[in-house]
């Protein structure tokens, strides 16, 4: 979500602009391999941490310190050669993200949060190094540890590295992640021209207050039979046979295919509704109540993710996203004249207002109802007329 202070009396908005994430792929090389055995071995690393802190709470009933944790497993990493493939920087990063795991757990277990558990080795993804283990030479090359590897140089990175990931796929290629301190904090004067609300749906991806209504293409529905096809040709394969693990990367690579497609997709959508408004006005979402409701339906809309890559673009551009409260009930009020229906039946698509009489088609009444309340929200409007529901 953007970050954004709004200074009252005017329209001038400062973001908060301090890191940036740099994605590079890693050259296919037979070197590669010894980053994969270091992924395996930070995966043991991994699981023999929350044995110990499973170990510790079971025997004096409390949280295990992550600087004990991390003095402890030093010492165990100088009796065995292949943790020494894993930088200490990487080790450390490995005891802070389960301390902060289990700092989430501690706060929010009463919401159904876990504590974190183990993992399977070969399923272990990266592991992060911070002001040490690695040096960026000239040209696209990097040397981690004592060995040099090459990267695609997608771009330029500019700015203080602070990390860098190195990531395995479910294929088994590597990537390099790298989060470099972007521009300091800096003002940026936007102009609000153009305002436009947004309405998620099931039928149509968006449906804007200025009546555009936006098809989404569900990659995902389009290549079902072929998913299945890949799926059905996996599991007839024998355990541990190099036919099964073919056909498994054939399966990853069909999702990931559809994954690329989406992602695609959304990067040019977010690009056009930003070239054409300054500000996005949506409503907040529960996708995980959605997504108990029409399962696949929503993960192959994937509302969440396109709002992370707008809320990138939108920030690049100095564009500003606002989310209203998700019970302001948008469908039932009369975008007209305010009158709030008492209920509304979710396959009622057209209603008309007993006051006004104006037919209002659901969607695009939602659309222009966000807009005011993100007008509101940003002192570009008044919404006073509006009532809004109640939060349980």
Same mark, same amino acid.
């Given at each position: 979500?953007?970050?954004?202070?709004?200074?009252?009396?005017?329209?001038?908005?400062?973001?908060?602009?301090?890191?940036?994430?740099?994605?590079?792929?890693?050259?296919?090389?037979?070197?590669?391999?010894?980053?994969?055995?270091?992924?395996?071995?930070?995966?043991?690393?991994?699981?023999?941490?929350?044995?110990?802190?499973?170990?510790?709470?079971?025997?004096?009933?409390?949280?295990?310190?992550?600087?004990?944790?991390?003095?402890?497993?030093?010492?165990?990493?100088?009796?065995?050669?292949?943790?020494?493939?894993?930088?200490?920087?990487?080790?450390?990063?490995?005891?802070?993200?389960?301390?902060?795991?289990?700092?989430?757990?501690?706060?929010?277990?009463?919401?159904?949060?876990?504590?974190?558990?183990? =993992? +399977?080795?070969?399923? $272990?993804? !990266?592991?992060? @190094? *911070?002001?040490?283990?690695?040096?960026?030479?000239?040209?696209?090359?990097?040397?981690?540890?004592?060995?040099?590897?090459?990267?695609?140089?997608?771009?330029?990175?500019?700015?203080?590295?602070?990390?860098?990931?190195?990531?395995?796929?479910?294929?088994?290629?590597?990537?390099?992640?790298?989060?470099?301190?972007?521009?300091?904090?800096?003002?940026?004067?936007?102009?609000?021209?153009?305002?436009?609300?947004?309405?998620?749906?099931?039928?149509?991806?968006?449906?804007?207050?200025?009546?555009?209504?936006?098809?989404?293409?569900?990659?995902?529905?389009?290549?079902?039979?072929?998913? =299945? +096809?890949?799926?059905? $040709?996996? !599991?007839?394969? @024998? *355990?541990?046979?190099?036919?099964?693990?073919?056909?498994?990367?054939?399966?990853?690579?069909?999702?990931?295919?559809?994954?690329?497609?989406?992602?695609?997709?959304?990067?040019?959508?977010?690009?056009?509704?930003?070239?054409?408004?300054?500000?996005?006005?949506?409503?907040?979402?529960?996708?995980?109540?959605?997504?108990?409701?029409?399962?696949?339906?929503?993960?192959?809309?994937?509302?969440?993710?396109?709002?992370?890559?707008?809320?990138?673009?939108?920030?690049?551009?100095?564009?500003?996203?606002?989310?209203?409260?998700?019970?302001?009930?948008?469908?039932?009020?009369?975008?007209?004249?305010?009158?709030?229906?008492?209920?509304?039946?979710?396959?009622?698509?057209?209603?008309?207002?007993?006051?006004?009489?104006?037919?209002?088609?659901?969607?695009?009444?939602?659309?222009?109802?966000?807009?005011?309340?993100?007008?509101?929200?940003?002192?570009?409007?008044?919404?006073?007329?509006?009532?809004?529901?109640?939060?349980?």
């Amino acid at each position: 979500m953007l970050i954004f202070l709004c200074r009252h009396n005017a329209i001038d908005f400062w973001y908060n602009v301090s890191m940036k994430t740099l994605k590079f792929k890693l050259y296919q090389h037979k070197r590669n391999r010894y980053l994969k055995r270091s992924i395996n071995a930070a995966g043991l690393i991994y699981n023999r941490c929350i044995a110990l802190h499973k170990r510790y709470y079971r025997m004096w009933g409390k949280h295990l310190n992550c600087s004990k944790l991390q003095a402890h497993i030093a010492k165990l990493r100088k009796r065995n050669p292949f943790w020494q493939s894993v930088g200490s920087q990487a080790v450390q990063d490995i005891c802070q993200r389960i301390e902060k795991a289990y700092q989430l757990f501690f706060k929010h277990n009463k919401k159904g949060v876990r504590p974190p558990g183990f =993992k +399977k080795v070969r399923k $272990y993804k !990266s592991f992060t @190094l *911070k002001q040490a283990g690695y040096k960026f030479l000239d040209g696209n090359r990097v040397k981690i540890g004592q060995r040099t590897y090459q990267f695609c140089p997608a771009r330029e990175i500019e700015g203080a590295v602070k990390t860098l990931t190195i990531k395995r796929t479910p294929l088994g290629e590597l990537f390099m992640v790298v989060v470099v301190d972007n521009c300091p904090e800096t003002q940026n004067k936007i102009t609000t021209s153009n305002i436009a609300g947004f309405d998620f749906g099931l039928k149509t991806f968006l449906t804007c207050s200025d009546g555009t209504k936006i098809e989404s293409p569900l990659f995902f529905k389009q290549s079902l039979n072929i998913v =299945k +096809k890949a799926s059905r $040709y996996h !599991s007839k394969k @024998l *355990k541990g046979s190099a036919n099964r693990e073919r056909a498994r990367k054939n399966l990853v690579r069909r999702h990931e295919d559809i994954s690329n497609r989406r992602r695609d997709w959304f990067w040019k959508l977010a690009h056009k509704l930003t070239d054409k408004f300054d500000i996005l006005c949506f409503e907040t979402l529960n996708l995980k109540g959605m997504q108990r409701l029409w399962g696949r339906k929503i993960s192959d809309l994937a509302f969440g993710e396109f709002l992370q890559i707008l809320a990138l673009v939108a920030k690049k551009k100095n564009k500003l996203v606002v989310f209203i409260d998700r019970w302001y009930p948008s469908s039932k009020t009369c975008s007209n004249c305010g009158h709030i229906l008492e209920s509304l039946d979710l396959s009622v698509r057209e209603w008309r207002c007993p006051t006004c009489q104006s037919i209002n088609g659901r969607d695009e009444n939602a659309a222009k109802n966000i807009q005011a309340v993100g007008a509101s929200t940003v002192e570009l409007g008044d919404v006073s007329r509006a009532v809004p529901a109640i939060a349980v």
